[in-house]
């Protein structure tokens, strides 16, 4: 079994940034991908960004492209959030899988996080 622990959210002005971290332990898969997702209350999870097992590629959604970065260093992932706007307030999951190329749909991902909140105040 594969655990994931995010930490990292809280409140924070508009235009301000937040550095969400991911660790993962346990059984770990040899080679995974990670991704962060996003749920907003009364709205679907949705994609965030994600990235691959030696973190050379990564992918974004349009909605954080050019102000969101996603990095990985072996089992522990981050999300440096810039620019933030009450848009982006939601719990923000970690999500594992294993596979080796990134894919965005929720069910595709084997682990997940507990989330942890991000506020963002206008």
């Known amino acids: 079994q594969v655990q994931l622990v995010e930490s990292g959210g809280g409140l924070v002005q508009a235009g301000g940034s937040l550095r969400l971290s991911c660790a993962a332990s346990?059984?770990?898969?040899?080679?995974?991908?990670m991704g962060w997702f996003r749920q907003a209350p009364g709205k679907e999870r949705e994609f965030v960004a994600a990235?691959?097992?030696?973190?050379?590629s990564s992918y974004y959604a349009d909605a954080v492209k050019g102000r969101f970065t996603i990095s990985r260093d072996n089992a522990k992932m981050y999300l440096q959030m810039n620019s933030l706007n009450p848009a982006a307030t939601a719990v923000y999951y970690c999500?594992?899988?294993?596979?080796?190329?990134?894919?965005?749909?929720?069910?595709?991902?084997?682990?997940w996080g507990q989330g942890t909140q991000v506020t963002v105040s206008s």
């Open positions: 346990g059984r770990t898969p040899g080679s995974y991908i």
């Open positions: 999500a594992a899988a294993s596979r080796l190329r990134i894919v965005t749909a929720p069910p595709a991902y084997d682990y």
């Open positions: 990235i691959s097992w030696s973190g050379g």
